[in-house]
């Protein structure tokens, strides 16, 4: 199975302030925990002028704030913002997935997680809803309601639904805890009011008193956090690897990711190739 959704744009991102662009630059410094000084060093310019930038006393130029945002690892959609915010025309324009500029996009993530089978690879956007999903994915939901997988499926509320894998999640406290860790990171890294709700939601499904608590019945020498997880009577692991574009220069290309699931024991591997034949 490969499908690749047109998804809801991101919404959320830091609105531009009356303020101009001086407060967001160090509201990302100080995030950043980065000085003045060391931020000016690595730009290139002097931590006056970062301080008059950052009070308003000093307007940046555009090559300026793209350079202090690449310096802070801002987000690319947040890039925009800054320079929204400076007085500028946004610079990284936001592609629609099933616009045909993207197709070479589309048909290099299909033919990646396609060559993946017969382990899981799935593709999600900023706000973790699934655009593209091979057969090692379909073969992990089955029997999920349909409900969770229309129309547009999110990964995260199919894992913790008390309705999707939850309950099917042998580690489900230690991997509900390392999802809702890493949504954590993301929302303070994007700021996102979509995100932040999708969070709230998940969070706050019921886990089951008697839910396992990761322990193997015969230890297995990990070397990531597995997930551990039922289909058809067996206990399958699985240690998960994300992916991002490098250096991207499109909203919509910056926000997707790629994430592989490795089989973390010879016998996952074993029966995941019996079922490919």
Do not use: C
């Not at 301080?51 to 890039?79: C, I, K, Q, Y």
């Not at 706000?127 to 073969?139: K, L």
């Amino acid at each position: 199975m490969t499908t690749v959704a047109s998804a809801p744009p991101a919404s959320g991102s830091a609105a531009v302030t009356d303020k101009g662009v001086g407060p967001l630059l160090r509201a990302w410094r100080e995030r950043r925990r980065i000085s003045q000084l060391e931020l000016a060093l690595r730009a290139d310019s002097s931590a006056r002028h970062i301080s008059f930038v950052e009070t308003g006393r000093s307007r940046p130029s555009e090559e300026m704030v793209l350079r202090l945002a690449e310096h802070l690892d801002v987000p690319v959609r947040e890039r925009n913002s800054l320079l929204l915010a400076a007085g500028y025309a946004p610079r990284f324009p936001e592609t629609p997935l099933d616009d045909p500029a993207l197709d070479a996009l589309r048909d290099g993530m299909e033919r990646l997680i396609v060559g993946y089978e017969p382990y899981p690879a799935l593709v999600v956007d900023a706000g973790y809803t699934v655009v593209a999903a091979n057969r090692g994915i379909a073969m992990l939901l089955e029997g999920v309601p349909e409900e969770l997988m229309a129309p547009a499926p999110n990964a995260m509320r199919l894992t913790l639904h008390p309705d999707g894998l939850a309950p099917r999640i042998r580690n489900l406290r230690e991997w509900r805890g390392h999802l809702l860790a890493q949504m954590e990171r993301e929302i303070a890294l994007q700021r996102s009011e979509r995100l932040r709700a999708l969070y709230e939601e998940v969070s706050a499904y019921p886990v089951p008193e008697d839910a396992h608590d990761g322990e193997p019945a015969e230890p297995v020498p990990y070397f990531a956090l597995p997930l551990r997880i039922e289909h058809d009577g067996r206990t399958l692991s699985f240690v998960s690897s994300i992916s991002t574009f490098n250096t991207p220069m499109d909203v919509t290309v910056a926000e997707l990711a790629i994430e592989t699931f490795l089989p973390a024991d010879p016998a996952t591997t074993k029966y995941l190739h019996s079922l490919a034949g």
